[in-house]
């Protein structure tokens, strides 16, 4: 009995992580996750924390990509926390090349708009790679503070 539950653990197991191993050749995570948080506070001694963080997920074979973000806001005073709320989700970007391919990826952001932001939340770079060939384009994309976000990128030249 002992070997029988082996081999269905085993069997469930490969099940389990063959599907997300097809989907990890897909997909990659950037490696630049970030963090910032802010205080506040607010009338009758409360404080508030809110903290936000994001990523982004590249499609490796088509290099659409994903901004992602995730933050919690809690309100406590001196004795308890009053209210935690969540929120979060991905939207959709545009493709960074034209065709089809194998790429690699990155991306960074501007730090909370209190620092070096001149419209609004700041901006972001991305930075994709062709894998399979000497290929790499660099794209800035700044908040207008008039609704759409600017983005322009460069193929980058090799000396």
Not at 104 to 116: L, Q
Request: charged share 20%; with cysteine.
């Amino acid at each position: 009995m002992r070997h029988v539950m082996k081999i269905c653990s085993a069997a469930a197991l490969s099940l389990v992580t063959s599907e997300p191993a097809a989907w990890a050749d897909d997909f990659q995570l950037s490696h630049n996750q970030r963090i910032s948080c802010s205080r506040g506070l607010a009338p009758g001694k409360l404080n508030t924390a809110t903290c936000r963080s994001y990523t982004y997920l590249f499609n490796t074979k088509t290099s659409e990509y994903f901004r992602c973000q995730v933050s919690l806001a809690l309100t406590r005073d001196n004795k308890e926390v009053i209210n935690v709320q969540t929120d979060g989700g991905c939207t959709k970007k545009q493709r960074i090349f034209e065709t089809d391919g194998h790429y690699d990826f990155d991306a960074t952001e501007t730090e909370p708009p209190n620092t070096n932001s001149f419209f609004g939340p700041g901006g972001y770079s991305v930075w994709a790679a062709d894998v399979t060939t000497q290929k790499v384009r660099g794209c800035i994309i700044i908040s207008s503070g008039l609704g759409s976000d600017i983005s322009k990128c460069l193929d980058m030249t090799f000396q």
